[in-house]
């Protein structure tokens, strides 16, 4: 789970701070939002492969975070 990834990204990083952070609400909003409070210098976010006309009527998560993030944002694509 979550905990595992944690642990082994941890035990491979060079000291540097970062978080990971667990909210409800809007995931657009609640992931702005955070990253402004924290003052983020790096959001990474996931996403999955396009969904055809769907995506393109519903916008998506990682769509809303890298259009506007005031830091830079990572986005990982999961294949299809």
Same mark, same amino acid.
């Given at each position: 789970?979550? *905990?595992?990834?944690?642990? =082994? ?7 540097? +701070? ?9 995931? =657009?909003?609640?992931?702005? *939002? +955070?990253? *402004?409070?924290?003052? *983020? =210098?790096?959001?990474? @976010? ?18 809303? @975070? ?9 986005? @990982?694509?999961?294949?299809?």
């Amino acid at each position: 789970g979550l *905990a595992r990834v944690v642990a =082994r990204a941890r035990r491979g990083s060079r000291p540097r +701070q970062w978080s990971v952070t667990v909210r409800e609400g809007d995931a =657009r909003g609640v992931i702005l *939002a +955070q990253a *402004a409070r924290r003052r *983020a =210098r790096l959001i990474a @976010v996931g996403r999955e492969g396009p969904r055809g006309i769907l995506r393109g009527l519903l916008g998506s998560v990682a769509d809303a @975070v890298v259009r506007y993030a005031e830091c830079d944002v990572l986005v @990982v694509v999961a294949p299809v």
